[in-house]
C-alpha cells in the first residue's frame, strides 16, 4: 500500500509530498508538531493533544490553520487513507511561506503537514527487560515547554543513545538535575516506593503521555511525588521508567551501563505501563 499525507488541503502520495524551500519550518524550524497515538484505529487523548497545539501556538504566535473540528477531520482521515490501526498519527504546522528573514512575515499563512504509519509493537524484551538509556547534557534552548520541530539537541542526544546501544538519552542540566528524555518524559520510584516526576516548567514538554499516567498513578493509589530529582536519585532509584505517545511507559534497567536497582523492570512501572494501555483500550471502544 502506497502512503497518504496531507499537505495544505490536499492528500498526496508521501512520496509525492513536497513543501516550498522558503517554508519557515525548513528555514528556521519555526513550527510546532503534535504525535499522537492510533489504537485500534482511534487518537488517544486526542483533545488534550489538541489543547497542548493550541498553547504551543499561542507561545508562537502562529495562527491556527483551522478549527479544532476541521483539524480533527483531517487526521481521521489520514489515518483511515493509510489504513493505520495501531501507530501513530503525526501533525505538524509551520509558520508559512515568506522570503527568508529572521523577523515573522506580515501575513503569514499556517503550513499543514499530516502524515500516519502503523507501528509494529515494541519487541517483547524491552518490556522484559527493560532498555538501556544514557545521559547527556541538556544543551537546548529556555522554551523546551513548546512542542517545536525544533529538535537537533534532542537528535544529537538520541544519536548518543543509539551509537551506545540504547533506547533513550536522559538529559541532565548543569546542576546534575534531569531534565526529561530527548523524547520522552522522565520517571523514577525511589527507594520508598515514591513515584516521582518533575513538574511543568520552561525545562521540559507537559507530555501528554505524562498527563494520562499522573492520573492513572492517582487512581491506582500509587504514592506520587510532582519534582525534579538528580542524576543520582536515577541512578539510586528502585526504578526508572520514560513515557511518550510511542513509548507508553518503558522500564528503563540500565544507565551508561550500570543497572539500575537490580536491573530488572520494576513492579510499578510494568503496573502503570499495563494500566496505560487500558487507558488506551478504552478510548478505542468508547469510539468503536
Ligand atoms: N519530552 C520530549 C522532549 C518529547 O519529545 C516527548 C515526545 N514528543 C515527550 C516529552 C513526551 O510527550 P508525549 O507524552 O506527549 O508524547
Redesign the pocket.
Given at each position: 500500500m502506497s502512503r497518504i499525507a496531507y499537505v495544505n488541503g490536499r492528500y498526496v502520495p508521501h512520496s509525492q509530498a513536497r513543501v516550498h524551500i522558503d517554508d519557515r519550518g525548513y528555514q528556521f524550524a519555526d513550527g510546532i508538531y503534535e504525535?499522537c497515538a492510533v489504537c485500534d484505529g482511534t487518537m488517544v487523548d486526542d483533545d488534550p493533544?489538541l489543547d497542548?497545539l493550541d498553547r504551543s501556538l499561542r507561545e508562537m504566535r502562529m495562527e491556527a490553520p483551522m478549527s479544532r473540528a476541521a483539524l480533527k477531520v483531517v487526521m481521521y482521515e489520514t489515518i483511515r487513507r493509510n489504513l493505520v490501526k495501531d501507530g501513530i498519527v503525526y501533525l505538524q504546522l509551520t509558520r508559512g511561506v515568506a522570503p527568508r528573514d529572521h523577523a515573522f512575515p506580515k501575513n503569514p499563512k499556517t503550513q499543514v503537514v499530516v502524515t500516519a504509519r502503523n507501528v509494529k509493537p515494541h519487541p517483547a524484551a524491552y518490556v522484559e527487560e527493560g532498555v538501556k538509556a544514557v545521559t547527556a547534557p541538556d544543551i537546548r534552548w529556555g522554551r523546551?515547554d513548546i512542542?517545536t520541530i525544533s529538535?537537533l539537541p534532542?537528535c544529537i542526544a538520541k544519536q548518543a543513545a543509539r551509537e551506545n546501544g540504547a533506547y533513550e538519552a536522559i538529559l541532565v542540566d548543569e546542576k546534575g538535575v534531569v531534565t526529561?528524555?530527548?523524547?520522552?518524559?522522565a520517571w523514577i520510584v525511589t527507594q520508598d516506593g515514591k513515584l516521582v516526576t518533575r513538574a511543568p516548567s520552561n525545562e521540559?514538554?507537559n507530555?501528554?503521555?505524562?498527563l494520562a499516567i499522573i492520573e492513572i498513578a492517582r487512581r491506582e493509589g500509587v504514592p506520587f511525588e510532582e519534582r525534579a530529582f538528580t542524576l543520582e536519585e536515577m541512578r539510586r532509584a528502585r526504578e526508572a521508567f520514560v513515557?511518550?505517545?510511542?513509548s507508553f511507559a518503558m522500564p528503563v534497567t540500565q544507565l551508561d551501563d550500570k543497572p539500575i536497582a537490580n536491573g530488572k523492570p520494576g513492579t510499578i512501572a510494568l503496573r502503570i505501563r499495563e494500566a496505560y494501555f487500558r487507558h488506551m483500550a478504552a478510548q478505542a471502544e468508547a469510539a468503536a
Open positions: 504525535v493533544h497542548r523546551c512542542k529538535l534532542n526529561e528524555g530527548s523524547s520522552s518524559n521540559i514538554l507530555g501528554i503521555t505524562r513515557t511518550s505517545a510511542s
